[in-house]
């Protein structure tokens, strides 16, 4: 008898081969649906409940396939920051720590190949290597709450325009390499504090207008799964709540799952009969006793079970994970040179430059690397410890580029490693109660002496914890002024760099007196080669404020009743009024008629860009408008053009709204446009689409509806929220 090796056997059954086409139960030229149905018609009721479980196993979250059928083990594993190494798939510092979520959405590169999309490409990747094949990312919460513990990990800042039009290249990157992304959290999990109680108060208008863009842009863009949160919705449990579950579904049109977050089930009939698909990490009520009793009880119908079978199936087959399952080892090696190179990249795509007087930066060898810092070299003082952020989406890399390393790494490259000495001292932030005094001496004493003084402070946040202030707390903020201080006080003064790294919005007291400042937002693993490469300028900065940077602490003048939420009477669990509506953000700055330290949008670069006149076509409801960008500066580099709508108003001669609708919504970005990189002296045309459905309309309540608004609408297009270099009205 010839034996043939189970690899082979396993071949002929994965690439359908002999009657493994059977197996399957469909045929492959049938649309995903049907297979699913041809599959489910063959399932018992336990397999059917089998996938609704999550199970103990290697990755964060498991589910078992059913393998008479050749339905693959579900294997899920965060998160939003790259593949989150745990015990049972290291070794540690195996994958890459990327930049977080919100450093890459501070690109604004929503081009179907561009940052975004690699970005997604290469972490699936990583995924796929593992073994796992969901992702448990994106995340597009809104930052609603400047302190909230996980704005770092979504993708949209204040603008959910933001998330929306990054979430679509990401799902496009993740689905590429056959395993799925999951949306999450659905919905309205913007703050930690109380985070598994605190009920949500939001109406649905802001809900549809605010909150639930980028999931639905997600849901265009094909996800195939989403969590549901642990906070409640109007006073039900994310995961239970049947009229957020049923939009999603019903409103949104998604047709994937629903998994719950890990602990966020909490009944089996009410979440099952809302239209929660998975108990996640593991089945209690889900359990098949709970399950059964509940279907006998005539509770729960059985095809309740089937819908959420059938939803977990199409999911599978959509993605290809039936057809061509991963195979990926949970120890494998997934980072790369690739990936770091990537990485680094990633990050100095997303620094920010706030302020550049006098063109300080950047420092480059011919022109002006200063005899200045040649002679007495570069200080570095401060943090060398705030690479990432804390909690689900923290990856843990083997090793991580500090400032200091990152600088001598350049000055390296630039092969002036004997001529310029690069200095690192802690400077009293380090924590070191003691030694603060000393370090501080120390490092005011260098500050006199260097030519170049790069003062890094950072602040981190993570799952759990809303910050407790934006503030980077007065040792780190008396420190930037020292070294102000300090170097313009030596025989010639210094350069000074401030290079501020935090996980959203930040109080930068001193940002008038900072010559060049610099923002990154938890950078990852590359953080210091990433910083350097903007210094030196071998990239020239195009990234954009996502989120306002404030005067103070809670400048958006939130009552306890917003945020973090008050009990109310007779309530065990308490409640965060959204009743700031829509107005949140640079939205309320604006309505309110504050200037922020550093506005919504803002960010500049080495060059400067001009903007031609605007022209607009008009395409069924929508309008495409066109302008040109110029690269009128000394440099290449690229621009992130923005088109922000403002509303007609009300009582404005032509307006219609709707009756439930009596103000019009706050100015927004509706599209932006991230160009090439434009040579000196180059022009380009830039085109933004406005969709006159969702981008000139406004969420009817008591019809369920979007309606369109009438009377003129003005598109103002430039280079942030503040600074408009072109206007146009038109009339819809
Ligand atoms: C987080 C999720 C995460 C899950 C699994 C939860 O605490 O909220 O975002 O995916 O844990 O680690």
Redesign the pocket.
Known sequence: MVSVPLGLLLLAVVSGLGNSYDLRGSKAHESPEERAWAVLKKMTLDEKIQLMQGVKGKY??NVRGISRLNIPDIRMH??PQGFRVTKTTGPEGSSTCWPSALSVAATWDSNPDGLMFQWADAMAQEFKGKGANVM?GPGVGIARVPTAGRNFEYLCGEEPTIGAKLVAPMIKGIHKNGIMGCI??WVNNEIETDRMQVSANVTERTRFELYYPPFEAAVQAGVLTA?CS?NRIGGEHACQNPKTLNEIHQQLGYKGFIMS??GATHSTVQSINSGLDQELPVAEHFSNDNVDKAINDGEVNPEQIDDAALRILSSLFKSGLVDTPVVGDTHAVVTSPEHTALARTLAAEATVLLKNEGAVLPIVPESDFPPNVSRRGILVVGDADTFTGTG?GRVIPEHYVTPTEGIRNAIKDMGLSDTVPVTYLPAGISGRANFDDIERAAAIQAAKEAGLVVVVVATSSG?GHDRPTLSLGALQDSLVTDMLKAAGSGSESAKVCVSVNAPGAVLLPWASQVPALLLQWLPGQEWGNALADVLFGKVNPSARLHVTMPNKDNEVAFTSKQFPGIPNLGQEFPTADYSENLFIGYRYYEAMEISPVFSFGHGLSFSHFTYGKLTVEREGGSFQVHTTVTNNGKSAGKETAQLYVRFPTPSEQGARYPASVGAAPPRALKAFVKTSVLKPGEMTKVTFNIDANRDMSVYDSPSHQWAHVGGSFVFEVGASSVDIRAKVTVNP
């Open positions: 964060i979250g965060d998160g448990l999450k959290h969590m642990y977050d890990w689900s799952e």
